[in-house]
């Protein structure tokens, strides 16, 4: 038989032959402020009890997550039938951009902002219109507004908190959008029990409007991939025809009901988290020639005059934070969330040695 030899590159979908993957970074040898995570260990008894589950392995999970979607239900005040779990908020984004998406359709985002946003529309065949924010911080709503006037916008995401800057956009401004688009509006809220403000209460007004959730960042639970999206039991149920059917795990399904059994612990923790992070805010703000943008998450996003020499200063030290290489109108900027506050002390302490090394 004659072989034919095939270059598996030459098969490849266009759209796919661009993509650089992404990059993430695994490094359990350094001190980690680089994702955003909640650095606390999980509630106590809460990992035991986990553990300490029958669940059936040999089955698939429960496809739906009906008790997930039920403790969900009770801790957003919403109804089960408004909500989608996904394999992290990831995952929801991609079938958000499956549903409204497509060749011909463009989602509208506001730069710089979460990566995953442009990195889906483009596996979805989805064009970008990006919208950048003004200043870096600034949603410029009207200029968002008249880029939905056109046919092909379908989606536009909001992200709020935002990530990497840490701003929060006016509720009002928010719902104008909503309101006044007529697009699929995607609030992705999955810093907002750091800065306890929710557009939840609105969901009953708008079909347009959609909020994602996710238990890796106040739940500690990022190595576990939970996420939820929020809408009326209408729109929810045009994403739920494209999610796979077994898209989150027992584990995890059990893990999330658990987690909104111990909201006092988290509290606390949330709390701590606010805390450190304002007061990492006040030390780096009084460095010379450091500009600090504004917070309301448990990360900071700041610019000394040369990021890439501190950040390779800190790895050496041992704490990995986030090179946010050239943002899109901020430029060059790192990113350190908030770990505990014995390492927050020490990244603190590195953080005034490099600026007094480098005259800063
Ligand atoms: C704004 C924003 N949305 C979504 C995500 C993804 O979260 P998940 O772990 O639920 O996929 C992140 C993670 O960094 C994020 O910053």
New binding site residues.
Partial sequence: MRTVLSNPESLVRPEVRQLVPYLTKHMPQCLRFD??ENPFPWPAGMRESLYTEELAYNRYPDGMGGDLRNALAAYTETSAEGILIGN????L?QLILLTFGGLGKSVIIHPPT?G?YQIYAQLTNTKVVPVPLLNGVTLDTEKMLEAAKSPEAHVIFV?NPN?PTGSLFPREDILRLVRESGKIVVV?E??AEFSEETLISEIENYPNLVI?R????AFGM?GL???YLLGQPDTIALINRVRPPFNVNSFSQKAGILALGYLEAYQMQVQIIREETKHMQEELSQLPDVVVYPTWANFILFKPIDPDGWADKLLKRGFLVRNMGGLPVLGKCLRMSAGLPEENKGLLRAIREISTESGQ
């Fill in positions: 994702a955003n992290g908020s990831d995952e984004i979460f995953m992200c990530n992705d999955a810093y994602l996710t238990f890796s960042k990022a991939r939970l996420g």
